[in-house]
């Protein structure tokens, strides 16, 4: 799991967090990764930058 689930309550200004919300932002964190990765490959880096995103 790259989220933490602490710094997830921290940002909800007191609302509740649901017990599957961590696994959600967990996946859709990965997909972000994934898409980022590829993108640098295309252009030929080894570097994945915030221009990835």
């Known amino acids: 799991m790259l989220v933490v689930k602490s710094?997830?309550?921290?940002?909800?200004e007191g609302?509740?967090?649901a017990g599957d919300f961590a696994d959600a932002l967990d996946n859709e964190i990965?997909?972000?990764i994934k898409k980022?990765?590829?993108?640098?490959?295309a252009n030929g880096r080894?570097?994945?930058q915030a221009r990835d995103l």
């Open 30 to 32: 990965k997909a972000l």
């Open 15 to 17: 609302l509740n967090v």
């Open 7 to 12: 710094k997830i309550k921290e940002q909800t």
């Open 46 to 48: 080894k570097t994945c």
């Open 36 to 41: 980022a990765v590829e993108r640098c490959k």
